[in-house]
C-alpha cells in the first residue's frame, strides 16, 4: 500500500508517497513527490533518492556490542538492553545520575523526542540531556523567545512568501539546503525584490542575477553591523513604523539611539558592503508592507549568534512587519524535526511544550501527566558543548546515549569529542548506519527509518505533519520508542513508556497543553484528516497558521526590542594565507552525510570535501584547482581538494560540513559558545591555508 | 598615581568635563559601576541639550536628518542611575592642588579623577572683517561673558537657549561672528543653516575638507544653491591625491555644487540686514573674485580645546598630551579622551616640550572612532579599578584613519599614506617582499578612479572614487590589516556593470539548470535527445525540474535552442 509521508532529510519536510516494490526490490519502495503548499509536487535530488537507504547493504539490521579486541559482534535484544540498563544503573550508583547522559537530534520524531526528555529525567534521573539542535537552531530560538516570548521558525506558512514584494534572507543557502523553498521567492524575484546576504555569491544569492534582487557580499560575521547599519538608515529616512513600535513593542527608544551610532558608512567600514547598497536595501524594506526578513544559520551559527538574530528582529519590528499578514520575520529551520525537537523536551533547560523546567508551575504540570512527584524531576542541565566537554571529566559523564546524531562529525572541536568518548565506560549509539560516532560505541542498536515507522514531525513553518510507514523494518531492527520502553522498564522507572507513537503523542499532547508549544488539540487521527495544523493547537482549535497577529507571547501582550551591540571590533590581519572559515552544505548531502554519503548517486556527485578558495588567493598561495591543501589552526588539521571560485569572498574559505575524517571541517571549529544559547562558533573561524604539497616540501 | 581605595571605600568621584559624543560614550560605560556604587559620577556640559552626535551635524543642518536622529544617551536614563548631570555649565578652571574643577556659575565640584572630554573648536579663518571673532589662543573662559545675554544673533536663527549662548561663548573670540556667518560645530549653528536652506538661500562654503565637502553636496542634495570656496587644486586635499580629487570636483559639480578652487579668501563684505544689522554679503578673493552668498559657513578644519588644560598648567600640545593610558603627562589624576587629547608618550616628547617646539604624533584626528574606543576603555578601566576587577588591555595604537564622504550617490574613501605617485622609486634597503607597491586606475569619462599603495600585500594607503565595492572592500582590508588580493584587478571587478564576476555562459554545458537536482545544460541537451525532446520527458530522465518547478522555462529554451543547433546542417547548403 502506498503511503502518504514526508521526506526523511530537512526541514521543508516535503510531501512524497512512498510506495513498496515488493517484487522487484523487496525492502524499498518507489518515491513520487506530493502535492503539498510547501513542495508543490516537487523534491530535491535528496528526496528522489531518499529510498536507497531502505534497503543499503550498509545498513545495521542486529545490536552490536564491543568485544575486547575491539571488534563488534552481533547479540540478541535482551542481552544488549540488559548491557545497557546494568551499567548505567551501576554507574548512577556509583557515580550519581548526572553521570549518565542522553544526547538526542533534531531528526527524531516528535514521539521519540518526548520519549527521550522523559526517559532522560525519569528513567536515568539525570539532567544531562541535550541535543544537536543546539548547533542549529539555538540562537534563533533564544532570539525569538525573547524578543516575541516565543519561538516558532516561521510564524506564518510557507506559502505566504508568494506574495512578498521584498525578502531580505540573511546567512541561509535555500537553493543548496532545501530547494523546492526557492519556489516561494519566485514572487519576489519577479518583483526584484530578493535580497541576500552571503559571504559567497552562493547558488541563493545567484537567484538575484537579472535583476531579480541584489547580493550584499558582507564579510563573515559582520551580519551584526549590517543589521544595525539598516535599522539606523530606517529610523534616520523616516521610514520606521511609530505607530507599531507605541502600540506593539517596547524599547525602540534605545534602540534607535543605540543605531544612531551606526550611519551607513561606519557600517560599510566593518561589512565591506557598500553605504550605498545599505540604502537602497532599507529603501526597499521599507517601500510597502510586503516585506519578510529570514535568517539562517550563517546568521546564528557564532558566539554572537542570538544578538545578531535580535537584530534581524529589531530591524524587523522597527520596520513594523512582525504579526501583520503580508510580512514577518522567520527563521529557517535546517533538520527535518528541528521545529518539534526543540520544544518537547530535548533541550537541557525544557520540559514539554517548550516549558521551562526551572518554572514550578511548569514541573507540576509535566508530573502529574507523567504520574510522579515534581521533585524527581531533575533540574537544568548543559547545553551540548558543554554536555560533550563534561564526558571523562572528573565528577563529569561516564555513560552517553546518543540518538540521531553523529557528534564527531557535528560538533565543534571534534577531535576533543573524540578524545572525550573515548574516556568513557559506555558509549551506546541508536543509528540504521554505521557512522563515525556508532564506530566508536560500546553499543549499537539498530533503529527504524523513516518510512518503516508512525509518528509526527513538525516543519519549518510549526504545521505538525504525519509521518507514516510504508514497509516493515528489517526483522532484528526496533524503534527507538520500543528501545526507551524495554530500558525504562529494566531500570525500574517511574511512568509508563508506551512504544505506540499514538499513544505517546497523545500523551506528549497532554503534557503540552498549556504550554507555548500546546499541541493538546492533535492526535494521529486528527491528524490523518488531513487538517493544516499549525500549533499552538488548543482542542476545540482550528490550530494558528499566524502568530502573532495580535499580540505576542509576553503577558503584556508586546514585543521586547532588545538593544544589542557587537562586540568591538578586534579581527586580527588577515596575511600569509589566514583566511576566515565558514562552514555549510551542500545540495546533495545532509548534516553529517551520514545517510547521503551511503546514497551512491549522491556521494558520486560529491564525493568528498573541497574548500572553496578564490582564484586570486589560491594564486598568491600557488593553489591550483583539484589540489590537495591544507587547512589548519591549534585544533588541527583539514586536508581536501580545492576547488577555485570567484564566488567566494578572497579572504574567506568555505568547506562543507558533511565529511568526515580528514576533510571533518569542524576539525577546526572552536568550542566557544554564545552566553546566551550556547550555540557555537562555526562560522568565524581563523585557519591557515597552504598547498599540500608545500607542505611535504618544508618538512 | 594614588590607587582608589578598594572595598568600604567612599565610591571614587569621576568629573567629566565635556557631554560631547564621546563623553555620552564614557557615562554609557560607567553606568553600571556608577548604579552599583563604586564610582561616583559628575557631568559638566557646557550645551543645554541632551548629547549629540556631531558627526551627522551636516545632515541635520541640511534637513536630511530629524534632530532624534543625533540622540545617544538616554540622559534620563543615566540621571535615574545616578550620575549628576549639570547642562549649560561651563567648567572655568581647574585647581589641581585641591582636585577641583570651578564652574563659570561659581561654586566648584571636587574630583578624584577628572576626564576632559572638551572637544574642539572651528577653525575661525584670518579674513579681513572677522579679526575679532578669531579667538585667541588659551584665552579662559569668561565668566564674566557667560553670565551676560546671548551673544550671538547669528542671523535669522530661532532663538537661543542660554546654554547654548554659554557653549558659543566656549569658542568666540572678542566679538561674535557677523550675522550670516557660521560654523558648523553645535545645534545652534545647525539651526541657522537649517532655515537658510529652507529659505532657499544662496550657501558659500569656505574649505572644502571632508566636512565642507559633504555640507555642500547634502546642501545641493536639499535643492539649495551652494558654492565650495578652496584654496589649491583639488577639494579634501588632505585625504586625496590629484586623481582622486580631481575626480570629487567634477562629481561634486555634476550633483549641482559650483566649485572655486585656487581661491584665497581674503575679506568678508557686509551689507545692511532688514533690521539694519551688517551681515554676510560676499566672500572676496586675492585674485578680486567676489563670491556673493546669503550665508557663509566656514569650514576650515577644528583645534582642540585645550585652554582649561593650559591654565591648570597641563602639557599642551596640538592637543592635551596624554599617554597611552589617556592619563595627562602632568598630572596622574587627570585624563583626556576624544577631540581634545593628544595621546603621545611623555619619554618620546619630553624633549619637546622643554624646547617649547611640540610636534608629535598623536594629534587628535577629528574621527569619532578612536574617540568613542578611548571613552570605552577609560570607562572599562575606572570601573575595573572601583571594583579591584582585572584591567582591560591596553588599546592598541590608532591605525591611519580612514576617511569617507557621506553623501548619496558620491563615493569617496581614502585611507592611510596615499602620497606616493605610480613611478616613484623607493630608497633603496626594502627586501623585495616587503616593497612598496602601486596600483592606479582611472576612467575619468565614468566617474572611476582608485590608488593602492601596499607593502607585503597589505594596504599602506588608498584612494577610491565611484568604485563603491572596491572602496568599501579596501576600508574592511585596510582597518584590520589584511592583505589584498594578488590579482588587484579584483578588487576593480566587484564593481563591474554586469555581474556575476565571472561571466558565465548560461547555456555552457556544464552550467546548472535545476538547481533542486542538480541538474546541468548538457544533461538535459542529451536526455532531450535520448527522448522525445519534451520537457516531460528531460524531467522523467533526469529529475531536472520536480523541485520547484522554477527551471522548466530554461529547460524548454536549452531543448529549443538544442533542436535548431541539430537543424542546422541540413540548412546549410541553402544557407551558403
Same mark, same amino acid.
Given at each position: 500500500?502506498?503511503?502518504?509521508?514526508?521526506?526523511?532529510?530537512?526541514?521543508?519536510?516535503?510531501?512524497?508517497t512512498l510506495t513498496p516494490e515488493p517484487i522487484t526490490r523487496p525492502g524499498s519502495a518507489s518515491v513520487a513527490g506530493r502535492d503539498f503548499p510547501t513542495n508543490r509536487g516537487g523534491l530535491c535530488k535528496k528526496g528522489w533518492t531518499s529510498v536507497e537507504l531502505l534497503d543499503s547493504p550498509e545498513r545495521i539490521t542486529r545490536p552490536l556490542v564491543r568485544q575486547g579486541d575491539g571488534t563488534f559482534a552481533e547479540v540478541s535484544w535482551p542481552d544488549a538492553l540488559d548491557l545497557v540498563a546494568t551499567t548505567v544503573a551501576s554507574s548512577r550508583a556509583r557515580f550519581g545520575a548526572d553521570s549518565v547522559a542522553v544526547f538526542g537530534g533534531g531528526g527524531l520524531t516528535n514521539e521519540k523526542a518526548y520519549q527521550l526528555g522523559k526517559f532522560a529525567r525519569l528513567a536515568l534521573g539525570t539532567s544531562r540531556i541535550d541535543y544537536n539542535g543546539r548547533f542549529c537552531m539555538s540562537s534563533a530560538a533564544a532570539a525569538g523567545n525573547r524578543a516575541f516570548g516565543i519561538d516558532r521558525g516561521l510564524p506564518f506558512p510557507v506559502e505566504d512568501l508568494d506574495q512578498a514584494d521584498t525578502i531580505l534572507l540573511l546567512g541561509s543557502n535555500v537553493a543548496a539546503t532545501m530547494p523546492p523553498f526557492i519556489g516561494h521567492l519566485a514572487g519576489a524575484r519577479e518583483r526584484g525584490g530578493l535580497v541576500v546576504v552571503d559571504p559567497r555569491r552562493s547558488a541563493t544569492a545567484k537567484l538575484t542575477d537579472d535583476g531579480a534582487g541584489i547580493h550584499l557580499q558582507a564579510a563573515p560575521g559582520s551580519d551584526l553591523v549590517l543589521l544595525l547599519g539598516l535599522t539606523h538608515i530606517v529610523f534616520a529616512k523616516g521610514l520606521a513604523d511609530l505607530d507599531y513600535l507605541a502600540s506593539r513593542t517596547t524599547g525602540a527608544d534605545a534602540l534607535r539611539r543605540s543605531t544612531n551610532a551606526w550611519w551607513p558608512e561606519r557600517v560599510q567600514a566593518r561589512t565591506g558592503v557598500p553605504a550605498g547598497q545599505l540604502r537602497a536595501v532599507a529603501r526597499r524594506l521599507a517601500r510597502g508592507r510586503g516585506s519578510y526578513i529570514l535568517t539562517g544559520r550563517g546568521v546564528e551559527q557564532h558566539v554572537d549568534g542570538t544578538d545578531t538574530?535580535?537584530?534581524?528582529?529589531?530591524?524587523?519590528?522597527?520596520?513594523?512587519?512582525?504579526?501583520?499578514?503580508?510580512?514577518?520575520?522567520?527563521?529557517?529551520?535546517?533538520?527535518?524535526?528541528?521545529?518539534?525537537?526543540?520544544?518537547?523536551?530535548?533541550?537541557?533547560?525544557?520540559?514539554?511544550?517548550?516549558?521551562?523546567?526551572?518554572?514550578?508551575?511548569?514541573?507540576?504540570?509535566?508530573?502529574?501527566?507523567?504520574?510522579?512527584?515534581?521533585?524527581?524531576?531533575?533540574?537544568?542541565?548543559?547545553?551540548?558543548?558543554?554536555?560533550?566537554?563534561?564526558?571523562?571529566?572528573?565528577?563529569?559523564?561516564?555513560?552517553?546515549?546518543?540518538?540521531?546524531?553523529?557528534?564527531?562529525?557535528?560538533?565543534?572541536?571534534?577531535?576533543?569529542?573524540?578524545?572525550?568518548?573515548?574516556?568513557?565506560?559506555?558509549?551506546?549509539?541508536?543509528?540504521?548506519?554505521? *557512522?563515525?560516532?556508532?564506530?566508536?560505541?560500546?553499543?549499537?542498536?539498530?533503529?527504524?527509518?523513516?518510512?518503516?515507522?508512525?509518528?509526527?514531525?513538525?516543519?519549518?513553518?510549526?504545521?505538525?505533519?504525519?509521518?507514516?510507514?510504508?514497509?516493515?523494518?528489517?526483522?532484528?531492527?526496533?524503534?527507538?520508542?520500543?528501545?526507551?520502553?524495554?530500558?525504562?522498564?529494566?531500570?525500574?522507572?517511574?511512568?509508563?513508556?508506551?512504544?505506540?507513537?499514538?499513544?505517546?503523542?497523545?500523551?506528549?499532547?497532554?503534557?503540552?497543553?498549556?504550554?507555548?508549544?500546546?499541541? *493538546?488539540?492533535? *492526535?494521529?487521527?486528527?491528524?490523518?484528516?488531513?487538517?493544516?495544523?499549525?500549533?499552538?493547537?488548543?482542542?476545540?482549535?482550528?490550530?494558528?497558521?499566524?502568530?502573532?497577529?495580535?499580540?505576542?507571547?509576553?503577558?503584556?501582550?508586546?514585543?521586547?526590542?532588545?538593544?544589542?551591540?557587537?562586540?568591538?571590533?578586534?579581527?586580527?590581519?588577515?596575511?600569509?594565507?589566514?583566511?576566515?572559515?565558514?562552514?555549510?552544505?551542500?545540495?546533495?548531502?545532509?548534516?553529517?552525510?551520514?545517510?547521503?554519503?551511503?546514497?551512491?548517486?549522491?556521494?558520486?556527485?560529491?564525493?568528498?570535501?573541497?574548500?572553496?578558495?578564490?582564484?586570486?588567493?589560491?594564486?598568491?598561495?600557488?593553489?591550483?584547482?583539484?589540489?590537495?591543501?591544507?587547512?589548519?589552526?591549534?585544533?588541527?588539521?583539514?586536508?581536501?581538494?580545492?576547488?577555485?571560485?570567484?564566488?567566494?569572498?578572497?579572504?574567506?574559505?568555505?568547506?562543507?560540513?558533511?565529511?568526515?575524517?580528514?576533510?571533518?571541517?569542524?576539525?577546526?571549529?572552536?568550542?566557544?559558545?554564545?552566553?546566551? *544559547?550556547?550555540?557555537?562558533?562555526?562560522?568565524?573561524?581563523?585557519?591557515?591555508?597552504?598547498?599540500?604539497?608545500?607542505?611535504?616540501?618544508?618538512? | 598615581?594614588?590607587?582608589?581605595?578598594?572595598?568600604?571605600?567612599?565610591?571614587?568621584?569621576?568629573?567629566?568635563?565635556?557631554?560631547?559624543?564621546?563623553?555620552?560614550?564614557?557615562?554609557?560605560?560607567?553606568?553600571? &559601576?556608577?548604579?552599583?556604587?563604586?564610582?561616583?559620577?559628575?557631568?559638566?556640559?557646557?550645551?543645554?541639550?541632551?548629547?549629540?552626535?556631531?558627526?551627522?551635524?551636516?545632515?541635520?543642518?541640511?534637513?536630511?536628518?530629524?534632530?532624534?536622529?543625533?540622540?545617544?544617551?538616554?540622559?534620563? &536614563?543615566?540621571?535615574?542611575?545616578?550620575?549628576?548631570?549639570?547642562?549649560?555649565? @561651563?567648567?572655568?578652571?581647574?585647581?589641581?592642588?585641591?582636585?577641583?574643577?570651578?564652574?563659570?556659575?561659581?561654586?566648584?565640584?571636587? =574630583?578624584?579623577?577628572?576626564?576632559?572630554?572638551?572637544?574642539?573648536?572651528?577653525?575661525?579663518?584670518?579674513?579681513?572683517?572677522?579679526?575679532?571673532?578669531?579667538?585667541?589662543?588659551?584665552?579662559?573662559?569668561?565668566?564674566?561673558?557667560?553670565?551676560?545675554?546671548?551673544?550671538?544673533?547669528?542671523?535669522?536663527?530661532?532663538?537661543?537657549?542660554?546654554?547654548?549662548?554659554?557653549?558659543?561663548?566656549?569658542?568666540?573670540?572678542?566679538?561674535?561672528?557677523?550675522?550670516?556667518?557660521?560654523?558648523?560645530?553645535?545645534?545652534?549653528?545647525?539651526?541657522?543653516?537649517?532655515? &537658510?536652506?529652507?529659505?532657499?538661500?544662496?550657501?558659500?562654503?569656505?574649505?572644502?575638507?571632508?566636512?565642507?565637502?559633504?555640507?555642500?553636496?547634502?546642501?545641493?542634495?536639499?535643492?539649495?544653491?551652494?558654492? #565650495?570656496?578652496?584654496?589649491?587644486?583639488?577639494?579634501?586635499?588632505?585625504?586625496?591625491?590629484?586623481?582622486?580629487?580631481?575626480?570629487?570636483?567634477?562629481?561634486?559639480?555634476?550633483?549641482?555644487?559650483?566649485?572655486?578652487?585656487?581661491?584665497?579668501?581674503?575679506?568678508?563684505?557686509?551689507?545692511?540686514?532688514?533690521?539694519?544689522?551688517?551681515?554676510?554679503?560676499?566672500?572676496?578673493?586675492?585674485?578680486?573674485?567676489?563670491?556673493?552668498?546669503?550665508?557663509?559657513?566656514?569650514?576650515?578644519?577644528?583645534?582642540?580645546?585645550?585652554?582649561?588644560?593650559?591654565?591648570?598648567?597641563?602639557?599642551? &600640545?596640538?592637543?592635551?598630551?596624554?599617554?597611552?593610558?589617556?592619563?595627562?603627562?602632568?598630572?596622574?589624576?587627570?585624563?583626556?579622551?576624544?577631540?581634545?587629547?593628544?595621546?603621545?608618550?611623555?619619554?618620546?616628547?619630553?624633549?619637546?616640550?622643554?624646547?617649547?617646539?611640540?610636534?608629535?604624533?598623536?594629534?587628535?584626528?577629528?574621527?569619532?572612532?578612536?574617540?568613542?574606543?578611548?571613552?570605552?576603555?577609560?570607562?572599562?578601566?575606572?570601573?575595573?579599578?572601583?571594583?579591584?576587577?582585572?584591567?582591560?588591555?591596553?588599546?592598541?595604537?590608532?591605525?591611519?584613519?580612514?576617511?569617507?564622504?557621506?553623501?548619496?550617490?558620491?563615493?569617496?574613501?581614502?585611507?592611510?599614506? @596615499?602620497?606616493?605617485?605610480?613611478?616613484?622609486?623607493?630608497?633603496?634597503?626594502?627586501?623585495?617582499?616587503?616593497?612598496?607597491?602601486?596600483?592606479?586606475?582611472?576612467?575619468?569619462?565614468?566617474?572611476? =578612479?582608485?590608488?593602492?599603495?601596499?607593502?607585503?600585500?597589505?594596504?599602506?594607503?588608498? #584612494?577610491?572614487?565611484?568604485?563603491?565595492?572596491?572602496?568599501?572592500?579596501?576600508?574592511?582590508?585596510?582597518?584590520?590589516?589584511?592583505?589584498?588580493?594578488?590579482?588587484?584587478?579584483?578588487?576593480?571587478?566587484?564593481?563591474?556593470?554586469?555581474?556575476?564576476?565571472?561571466?558565465?555562459?548560461?547555456?555552457?554545458?556544464?552550467?546548472?539548470?535545476?538547481?533542486?537536482?542538480? #541538474?546541468?545544460?548538457?544533461?538535459?541537451?542529451?536526455?532531450?535527445?535520448?527522448?522525445?525532446?519534451?520537457?516531460?520527458?528531460?524531467?522523467?530522465?533526469?529529475?531536472?525540474?520536480?523541485?520547484?518547478?522554477?527551471?522548466?522555462?530554461?529547460?524548454?529554451? @536549452?531543448?529549443?535552442?538544442?533542436?535548431?543547433?541539430?537543424?542546422?546542417?541540413?540548412?546549410?547548403?541553402?544557407?551558403?
Open positions: 500500500m502506498p503511503a502518504d509521508t514526508h521526506c526523511p532529510y530537512c526541514a521543508l519536510q516535503c510531501a512524497m538574530a535580535t537584530a534581524a528582529i529589531n530591524l524587523a519590528l522597527v520596520l513594523g512587519l512582525v504579526g501583520r499578514r503580508g510580512s514577518g520575520y522567520g527563521t529557517m529551520t535546517g533538520q527535518g524535526n528541528g521545529q518539534g525537537g526543540r520544544e518537547h523536551g530535548q533541550k537541557c533547560d525544557q520540559l514539554p511544550g517548550y516549558r521551562k523546567i526551572s518554572d514550578p508551575d511548569a514541573r507540576e504540570h509535566v508530573a502529574r501527566v507523567w504520574g510522579v512527584d515534581p521533585s524527581v524531576i531533575p533540574g537544568p542541565g548543559l547545553p551540548a558543548v558543554e554536555l560533550l566537554n563534561e564526558l571523562g571529566e572528573l565528577g563529569g559523564v561516564r555513560c552517553l546515549l546518543v540518538h540521531g546524531s553523529n557528534v564527531v562529525v557535528s560538533a565543534p572541536d571534534v577531535e576533543h569529542v573524540r578524545r572525550g568518548l573515548a574516556t568513557l565506560d559506555l558509549l551506546v549509539v541508536c543509528d540504521f548506519f554505521f *557512522s563515525e560516532t556508532a564506530a566508536l560505541a560500546d553499543v549499537v542498536l539498530p533503529v527504524t527509518q523513516w518510512a518503516e515507522e508512525e509518528g509526527t514531525m513538525t516543519s519549518l513553518e510549526g504545521r505538525v505533519l504525519r509521518r507514516r510507514r510504508a514497509l516493515e523494518a528489517p526483522a532484528e531492527v526496533r524503534s527507538e520508542l520500543w528501545i526507551l520502553q524495554e530500558l525504562a522498564r529494566r531500570l525500574g522507572a517511574p511512568g509508563e513508556y508506551s512504544s505506540d507513537p499514538a499513544v505517546v503523542f497523545d500523551e506528549l499532547a497532554r503534557a503540552s497543553a498549556g504550554g507555548l508549544a500546546d499541541y *493538546s488539540g492533535l *492526535s494521529h487521527e486528527l491528524l490523518d484528516t488531513g487538517i493544516a495544523a499549525y500549533w499552538p493547537f488548543a482542542p476545540g482549535s482550528e490550530g494558528t497558521p499566524r502568530l502573532f497577529l495580535d499580540r505576542f507571547a509576553h503577558p503584556d501582550g508586546l514585543a521586547r526590542i532588545v538593544d544589542v551591540a557587537p562586540a568591538p571590533s578586534e579581527e586580527a590581519p588577515q596575511q600569509g594565507g589566514v583566511l576566515t572559515l565558514i562552514t555549510g552544505r551542500l545540495l546533495e548531502h545532509y548534516q553529517s552525510g551520514a545517510q547521503t554519503r551511503r546514497v551512491p548517486e549522491l556521494a558520486r556527485a560529491q564525493p568528498e570535501a573541497r574548500v572553496q578558495i578564490h582564484p586570486a588567493t589560491a594564486a598568491g598561495l600557488g593553489i591550483v584547482d583539484g589540489e590537495v591543501v591544507e587547512l589548519s589552526n591549534v585544533r588541527g588539521t583539514v586536508r581536501c581538494r580545492a576547488e577555485l571560485t570567484a564566488d567566494i569572498r578572497h579572504d574567506t574559505v568555505f568547506l562543507p560540513f558533511h565529511f568526515a575524517g580528514v576533510e571533518c571541517a569542524n576539525i577546526l571549529t572552536e568550542r566557544a559558545t554564545d552566553p546566551v *544559547s550556547g550555540m557555537p562558533e562555526f562560522k568565524r573561524t581563523r585557519v591557515r591555508l597552504v598547498a599540500s604539497e608545500r607542505v611535504v616540501a618544508d618538512a | 598615581m594614588r590607587e582608589h581605595e578598594g572595598a568600604g571605600a567612599p565610591p571614587m568621584h569621576v568629573v567629566l568635563v565635556g557631554f560631547g559624543p564621546v563623553g555620552a560614550r564614557f557615562v554609557e560605560e560607567l553606568l553600571d &559601576a556608577v548604579r552599583s556604587g563604586v564610582v561616583r559620577l559628575t557631568v559638566l556640559g557646557a550645551e543645554a541639550h541632551d548629547p549629540y552626535n556631531r558627526v551627522l551635524l551636516a545632515e541635520y543642518a541640511v534637513g536630511r536628518a530629524e534632530r532624534e536622529r543625533l540622540d545617544l544617551l538616554d540622559t534620563a &536614563a543615566a540621571v535615574r542611575a545616578g550620575v549628576d548631570v549639570r547642562l549649560g555649565e @561651563i567648567a572655568a578652571a581647574i585647581d589641581r592642588e585641591r582636585q577641583e574643577v570651578r564652574l563659570a556659575s561659581g561654586g566648584s565640584v571636587r =574630583y578624584d579623577r577628572l576626564v576632559l572630554a572638551t572637544g574642539a573648536r572651528a577653525n575661525v579663518p584670518t579674513l579681513v572683517g572677522l579679526e575679532g571673532a578669531r579667538r585667541e589662543r588659551g584665552a579662559a573662559p569668561d565668566r564674566g561673558r557667560v553670565t551676560g545675554a546671548g551673544s550671538a544673533d547669528t542671523g535669522g536663527g530661532p532663538d537661543i537657549s542660554r546654554g547654548a549662548a554659554a557653549a558659543a561663548v566656549l569658542d568666540s573670540g572678542r566679538s561674535p561672528l557677523p550675522p550670516g556667518v557660521v560654523v558648523l560645530r553645535d545645534l545652534a549653528d545647525a539651526e541657522v543653516v537649517r532655515s &537658510a536652506i529652507h529659505d532657499s538661500r544662496r550657501v558659500v562654503v569656505l574649505g572644502a575638507g571632508v566636512l565642507g565637502m559633504e555640507l555642500a553636496l547634502a546642501v545641493a542634495e536639499q535643492g539649495a544653491e551652494v558654492v #565650495v570656496v578652496h584654496h589649491g587644486d583639488i577639494p579634501m586635499a588632505r585625504n586625496l591625491d590629484r586623481g582622486g580629487g580631481r575626480l570629487l570636483s567634477r562629481a561634486a559639480r555634476s550633483a549641482g555644487v559650483a566649485v572655486v578652487a585656487h581661491a584665497r579668501a581674503e575679506t568678508l563684505l557686509l551689507r545692511d540686514g532688514r533690521k539694519g544689522e551688517r551681515r554676510f554679503d560676499a566672500l572676496g578673493c586675492a585674485d578680486g573674485k567676489v563670491i556673493p552668498g546669503d550665508l557663509l559657513v566656514l569650514s576650515c578644519g577644528v583645534g582642540a580645546r585645550t585652554e582649561l588644560a593650559e591654565g591648570a598648567g597641563l602639557a599642551v &600640545a596640538a592637543g592635551i598630551l596624554v599617554d597611552e593610558e589617556l592619563r595627562s603627562w602632568t598630572d596622574p589624576d587627570v585624563f583626556a579622551i576624544g577631540d581634545c587629547a593628544q595621546v603621545a608618550d611623555p619619554a618620546a616628547g619630553a624633549d619637546g616640550v622643554r624646547s617649547g617646539v611640540i610636534r608629535m604624533p598623536g594629534a587628535p584626528s577629528g574621527l569619532i572612532g578612536p574617540g568613542w574606543r578611548q571613552a570605552d576603555w577609560l570607562a572599562r578601566t575606572f570601573a575595573s579599578e572601583a571594583t579591584a576587577l582585572e584591567r582591560p588591555p591596553l588599546l592598541p595604537p590608532e591605525r591611519p584613519a580612514v576617511v569617507m564622504l557621506k553623501a548619496e550617490g558620491v563615493d569617496v574613501v581614502s585611507g592611510g599614506d @596615499i602620497s606616493a605617485e605610480l613611478w616613484d622609486e623607493e630608497p633603496a634597503g626594502h627586501a623585495d617582499s616587503c616593497r612598496r607597491e602601486i596600483t592606479q586606475w582611472a576612467d575619468p569619462a565614468r566617474g572611476s =578612479y582608485l590608488k593602492l599603495i601596499t607593502r607585503g600585500g597589505v594596504v599602506e594607503g588608498f #584612494v577610491s572614487v565611484g568604485l563603491a565595492r572596491a572602496g568599501a572592500e579596501l576600508t574592511l582590508l585596510f582597518e584590520r590589516g589584511s592583505e589584498v588580493p594578488s590579482d588587484r584587478s579584483v578588487l576593480l571587478r566587484l564593481d563591474a556593470a554586469g555581474e556575476p564576476v565571472t561571466a558565465s555562459d548560461p547555456l555552457a554545458p556544464d552550467a546548472t539548470v535545476c538547481w533542486c537536482n542538480g #541538474v546541468s545544460v548538457q544533461s538535459v541537451v542529451d536526455a532531450g535527445a535520448a527522448g522525445d525532446g519534451s520537457v516531460a520527458c528531460v524531467s522523467a530522465a533526469t529529475r531536472a525540474g520536480t523541485g520547484c518547478g522554477g527551471c522548466k522555462g530554461r529547460i524548454a529554451e @536549452i531543448l529549443a535552442s538544442a533542436a535548431l543547433v541539430a537543424a542546422r546542417p541540413l540548412a546549410a547548403p541553402f544557407a551558403g
